[in-house]
């Protein structure tokens, strides 16, 4: 078979057959396929879509092109569950996600992404912890998954291997935002894990790669229909991204917004939200709980108690981190060397988050081709919300550079992706709606 004639299949609108999506799900697993071809057909996916039948064989495809993890023999007393987002910018989630959902009674074994265009990577985040391995082998993970409750790590070269692959192209081939392709890439990594079940939050907004609601709606119908035909139970939780959630943007400073959360010292109210309405629809979803009620208040007692922070600890020291670090991340990450407040006047109205994200990538935390090195240590923190008073005093931002013209530039592009107005802002909610399979 000539993979030209896949790609003038899907070109001219066509169904792909499952001999095609074989051959394509090999060739990508294998490396046979080059990158050029590989991108070829991602754009056609991308313009002329695909059928449900389509990405849900391309799904379970490349779910099966590595190994795929079993539970049953680890004598776990728990459910075995997952979160996933869509993407964002100042998504930091999962690192709290993990260890309150395994101070419930779940087994957490959470294998995330890099940055994918202008959205962060949780991989990336967590190489910001010194000596943290987000590549252990799979002995490792499970018995850290078994041992802990939880394991935040990246997709290894043996899971799922041909969505690796596209995923890393599609990043750098303005194919982001296909439904089909957002699918396939997500439930396979998440099949291949053994999971009992999955949540899904959705972004909707300016920062998200389905900016409208009916785009979110579509892909959370989607998964959870794709994820229905593959036996795995999964509800979607749509949650907003037209600003950043919390108060920072960058691959060491969210860690250390995210462990200042597991102290419970500042649990900003936007991700807070996100955060306990996701964790308690893993409780649910995993019938650990049935009402909503009592799963946000199991869910808020794992970080008062500091039982989440103790999991994350276990965690961080189980995979090569260092011990101790919701209390001590500030010395163990890396700062960088120019700091600077941006200010500007007025109620901030309107951000334009895909902007702001770009912005991370022009400061160096974020990547422009496949395999660039990250600067870990820039991003911006203190950022304001949508409807604050800006002033002198009060900051929009503030950028943390590597360079004072990197920083330069980074306030030219935060001040373009903001708007002000002399009056205060109607403000959005965070968690727009819940769906389930039963929906």
Not at 208 to 231: G, Q, W, Y
Not at 418 to 428: G, H, L, Q
Request: charged share 25%.
């Amino acid at each position: 078979m000539l993979f030209t004639d896949v790609i003038r299949t899907k070109r001219d609108g066509g169904e792909l057959s499952d001999e095609q999506i074989r051959f394509f799900v090999d060739g990508l697993a294998d490396g046979s396929l080059p990158a050029e071809q590989v991108s070829s057909l991602a754009m056609a996916v991308f313009l002329n879509g695909m059928t449900f039948d389509e990405a849900a064989k391309l799904t379970v495809g490349m779910s099966q092109s590595g190994t795929v993890l079993e539970w049953s023999d680890m004598g776990l007393d728990g459910p075995v569950v997952d979160k996933h987002s869509t993407g964002g910018v100042g998504d930091k989630v999962s690192f709290l996600l993990a260890p309150i959902a395994a101070a419930c009674g779940c087994y957490v074994p959470m294998i995330s992404g890099r940055g994918l265009g202008h959205t962060g990577g949780t991989t990336d985040k967590a190489e910001a912890i010194p000596g943290y391995n987000t590549a252990p082998d799979f002995e490792t993970l499970k018995n850290v998954v078994k041992s802990v409750g939880c394991a935040v790590i990246g997709q290894t070269a043996d899971l799922a291997p041909a969505d690796r692959r596209l995923y890393a192209i599609r990043d750098v081939t303005a194919t982001v935002e296909s439904i089909p392709l957002i699918t396939a890439s997500i439930l396979s990594k998440k099949i291949a894990a053994g999971l009992d079940a999955l949540v899904m939050d959705v972004k909707v907004g300016s920062g998200a790669f389905m900016p409208t609601h009916d785009r979110s709606l579509e892909l959370a119908k989607s998964i959870i229909a794709t994820a229905a035909n593959a036996d795995l139970k999964t509800h979607a939780v749509l949650t907003d991204m037209n600003e950043i959630l919390g108060t920072t943007a960058g691959n060491a400073l969210e860690i250390e917004e995210s462990m200042a959360y597991l102290r419970n010292d500042y649990r900003d109210s936007r991700l807070d939200d996100v955060v306990m309405a996701l964790c308690a629809e893993m409780l649910i979803v995993t019938g650990l709980e049935e009402g909503l009620d009592h799963a946000l208040e199991r869910c808020d007692k794992a970080v008062t108690s500091g039982q989440a922070a103790e999991r994350f600890d276990e965690m961080c020291v189980a995979l090569g981190g260092p011990a101790g670090f919701v209390n001590n991340s500030a010395k163990h990450l890396a700062r960088a060397p120019v700091v600077k407040a941006v200010h500007t006047s007025g109620f901030l109205a309107e951000v334009d988050v895909r902007a702001v994200g770009n912005v991370i990538i022009e400061l160096g935390g974020g990547r422009r081709m496949v395999g660039e090195k990250l600067d870990l240590s820039v991003g911006i923190s203190d950022v304001a919300r949508v409807g604050t008073l800006l002033d002198s005093e009060t900051p929009l931002a503030v950028i943390h550079a590597a360079s004072d013209d990197a920083a330069e530039l980074a306030e030219k592009l935060l001040l373009d992706a903001c708007m002000t107005s002399e009056e205060a802002p109607s403000i959005r909610p965070v968690i727009y709606e819940k769906l389930t399979g039963d929906a």
